[in-house]
């Protein structure tokens, strides 16, 4: 249940408040001066505290202060009998979430209320996230072998401390999410919230209220004023999952916000500014949709600022290894697993199959793996029966010879696969070894000095 402090020297605001709270799941904790509410926050943890800025004893002010530094993320609304548009501005420059002028309406509390504890919940949520998946959002998990995700992760070092527009693309499953998210965490804006919305998981009826908030009576069970996912993300980021599957209405008003950082609720033509930072993914072909009319030209050029496109696993078979082996130690952790690694056999097996669910559907058969396993190493039996069933012929004795050897360093292991794969490439393209680079997504240089490495000719 969560608890408010509510602090009011005037015993019946106090009751009132009381009355209005507590039928709604909050523990309200009453004090009638500043001492006393001071000794309660430092007796117990409260989610947030109501404070009228007139009180016998303190200043608002001064308790304003005080409560920042017993509790740094602890929310306070100021209250103040026929409060001035000087006390407000006052009031939110030193910190307070909100203001609420005397006599109050209950609605008007309980929306005030409802706002601050919606944001703590988010910055909460997003803090804990960080923490949890602190190994997950670094930008060395996105790199490989491959030269494609080493040129991403220059462009997301170079475009991560801006305000910038970055559109993701790629097949479902290829890391758009997690880009996002290294984007946001090596931004300035890392301790502001990441808000995240899949536009294709709403219907087109919730997804502009879950965006951009609504206004009482906007619409059938409208029964109060309430913010939505652009108002949550400020002073952070929010990223547009399948911003592709949107509709042509929704799209005009996505337009005003990439370029004024504006919105509207639903119900109200009150422009509301909006400091946010926006990320959008898609795995469609914009410009195939823009060309059919499914999507706005206008708005197009508008996202495709800095564009990147994440290579679909199937493309880059190098960086499966180095993938399955940072996803096992990570399960393997989580679970508390003592397995070591992967069977000559299971790894080949991994670095075979063509990943339809790209890297998404890699992390989920290792951990699946990991789970069911009962010796110190994956292997074939561990793997889902459905990939073994499905499983490709080896392209090249060397790469089945590489995958049953026995157990050596990982550049030294990945040495013959890697010149496997070359080969493999070069006969596909009849020698041609422009055609062959462009395959496996190397520039030319690159081939010609992994050929000289390998001695092939």
């Known amino acids: 249940m969560r608890r408010i402090l509510i602090i009011d020297g005037d015993r019946h605001c106090r009751t009132e408040l009381q009355q209005l709270l507590q039928p709604r799941g909050f523990q309200v904790v009453a004090a009638d ?26 200043d608002g002010f001064e308790l304003l202060q005080a409560v920042q530094r017993l509790h740094p993320d602890l929310d306070v609304i100021l209250m103040a009998a026929f409060g001035s548009v000087e006390d407000a501005v006052q009031a939110m420059r030193n910190g307070a979430a909100d203001f609420i002028s005397k ?9 005030a209320i409802d706002r601050v504890l919606e944001k703590t919940t988010l910055v909460r ?12 959002v670094r930008l060395q998990n996105l790199i490989g072998t491959d030269g494609r995700m080493q040129a991403i992760c220059k462009t997301v070092r170079a475009v991560a401390d801006t305000r910038t527009t970055v559109l993701l693309t790629g097949e479902s499953g290829t890391g758009k999410t997690l880009l996002a998210r290294a984007i ?3 931004s300035s804006r890392h301790n502001g919230p990441f808000v995240e919305v899949n536009c294709g998981a ?10 951009f908030g609504h206004v009482k009576g906007a619409f059938t069970g409208a029964i109060k004023d309430r913010p939505g996912k652009f108002e949550a993300a400020q002073g ?17 008003k996505l337009l005003r916000v990439v370029q004024d950082r504006l919105i509207e609720r639903v119900g109200d033509g009150t ?48 960086d499966i290894p180095l993938l399955a082996e940072h996803f096992l130690r990570r399960f393997a952790g989580e679970h508390r697993k003592s397995i070591r690694g992967f069977t000559q056999a299971a790894l080949a097996a991994l670095v075979r199959w063509h990943w339809p669910g790209n890297v998404r559907q890699l992390e989920n058969v290792v951990e699946r793996a990991v789970v069911l396993s009962s010796g110190d190493s994956i292997d074939l ?17 060397p790469l089945a010879a590489a995958a049953s050897a026995a157990v050596q360093p990982l550049k030294q292991a990945l040495a013959g696969p890697e010149k496997a794969l070359i080969e493999h490439a070069l006969r596909h393209c009849g020698g041609n070894r422009e055609q062959t680079a462009r395959v496996l997504g190397v520039n030319r240089s690159t081939l010609f000095h992994k050929m000289r490495k390998y001695g092939i000719h």
């Open 33 to 58: 001066t500043g001492e006393s509410a001071l000794q309660q926050l430092r007796a117990g943890e409260f989610e947030l505290v109501l404070a009228e800025l007139q009180l016998p004893d303190l």
């Open 202 to 211: 709403l219907p087109e009826s919730l997804l502009e209220s879950e965006l």
């Open 236 to 252: 952070g980021t929010i990223f547009l999952d399948e911003v592709g599957t949107s509709s042509p209405a929704f799209q005009i």
């Open 271 to 318: 422009a509301i500014p909006v400091d946010i930072r926006i990320l959008l993914a898609t795995n469609l072909d914009l410009e195939q949709a823009v060309s059919s009319g499914a999507f706005r030209a206008d708005l197009y050029y508008r996202i495709n600022v800095v564009a990147i496109e994440m290579p679909a696993l199937r493309s880059r078979p190098n």
């Open 184 to 186: 946001h965490a090596l």
């Open 125 to 136: 949520e997003n803090h804990d996230l960080r923490v949890a998946l602190d190994d997950r």
């Open 103 to 111: 006599p109050f309406a209950a609605e008007q509390v309980l929306v």
């Open 381 to 397: 039996a561990d793997l889902p029966p459905s990939l073994l069933a499905s499983l490709p012929a080896p392209p090249t004795e």
